[in-house]
């Protein structure tokens, strides 16, 4: 689904509607020319995982990481930047397949393309176009369309288990 925004702030309120979706081990690509608004969608991300730090591009730092404070399954969010890295081994050098396949961390990756080899295909690829003097935005269909992405805790599936159970129990006590 492309969506165009036609300012920061709704860049950003994009960011928070994809971030609500966000499950940890999910891994974020943003893929688009330079200021086409990488850095600005993943404040937006960031701001709906409960970040209050303020989001940064990281180009010289290749990953940071904020600590998640708010009740998510997530312990942490990566958000990495390859723009000056050469390679994907300087990248696996700097200890990024680490964070790439923590299961307890939500990446988003800037310019992905240097490590192409090191994603999966569950990885959720994003492109950021700015043609035209126009900022659009291709998001996977079904981000948007199915937001309920998180994770359903093992509790309440027993927890359902344990109630069709008692209903059938009862249904055939009745009967
Ligand atoms: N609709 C829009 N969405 C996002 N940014 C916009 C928009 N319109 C204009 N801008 C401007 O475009 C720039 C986007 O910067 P941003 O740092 O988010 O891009 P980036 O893709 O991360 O760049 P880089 O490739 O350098 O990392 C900002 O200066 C912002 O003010
Ligand atoms: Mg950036």
């Given at each position: 689904m492309i969506v165009e925004t036609k300012s920061v702030e709704e860049t950003m309120s994009l960011g928070r509607k994809i971030g609500a979706t966000l499950k940890a081990g999910d891994v974020v690509t943003l893929s688009g020319?330079?200021?086409?608004g990488k850095t600005t969608l993943t404040k937006g991300i960031a701001q709906a995982l409960g970040i209050t730090q303020t989001i940064t591009s990281p180009t010289f730092t290749l990953i940071q990481i904020h600590e998640l404070k708010?009740?998510?399954?997530?312990g942490q969010f990566a958000h990495i930047d390859t723009?000056?890295?050469?390679?994907a081994e300087e990248c696996i050098g700097a200890g990024i397949t680490d964070i790439l396949f923590n299961e307890k961390t939500i990446c988003v990756v800037e310019w992905p393309n240097k490590i192409k080899k090191l994603l999966t295909k569950e990885t959720i690829n994003i492109k950021l176009n700015t043609k035209n003097n126009k900022h659009e935005i291709n998001v996977p269909d079904h981000i948007l369309k199915f937001p309920i992405r998180k994770k359903i805790p093992i509790a309440y599936w027993l927890f359902l288990i344990i109630m069709i159970g008692f209903y059938l129990a009862l249904f055939k006590a009745v009967q």
């Open positions: 020319d330079l200021g086409s708010k009740k998510t399954q997530a723009y000056r890295t050469k390679s």
